[in-house]
Nanobody, 125 residues
Framework: QVQLVESGGGLVQSGGSLRLSCDAS????????IAWFRQAPGKEREGVSC????????YYSDSVKGRFTISRDNAKNMVYLQMNSLSPEDTAVYYC??????????????????WGQGTQVTVSS
């Protein structure tokens, strides 16, 4: 059974950093795409970043490029999102999601079959 569990969210001041973790179980990471999405109150879910667990290819949304870094540890079945230079606009519930296969820039939710329950990130000004 595929399960994704996010952790690492919390409250941080503007300009600070957080690292989110996605613990994946029920499948082995190679040959999958793992993505981070976020959803702020009253807004649509937004694809933030995705990674190929096979070759490590990554994509980022323009809103986080240069500030966020996605990485994976296939041996531990973990995917991480390092978030730097956070601003109040980054406040949202962050979700990880997975899909079998890699098709490039997969920042749309329609690609993903399994989702975690999310972790709250709040950035104070």
């Amino acid at each position: 059974q595929v399960q994704l569990v996010e952790s690492g969210g919390g409250l941080v001041q503007s300009g600070g950093s957080l690292r989110l973790s996605c613990d994946a179980s029920g499948f082995t990471l190679p040959y999958y795409a793992i993505a981070w999405f976020r959803q702020a109150p009253g807004k649509e879910r937004e694809g933030v970043s995705c990674i190929s667990t096979s070759d490590g290819s990554t994509y980022y949304s323009d809103s986080v490029k240069g500030r966020f870094t996605i990485s994976r540890d296939n041996a531990k079945n973990m995917v991480y999102l390092q978030m730097n230079s956070l601003s109040p606009e980054d406040t949202a519930v962050y979700y990880c999601a997975t899909a079998f296969g890699w098709y490039g820039s997969m920042l749309e939710s329609r690609y993903y079959d399994y989702w975690g329950q999310g972790t709250q990130v709040t950035v104070s000004s």
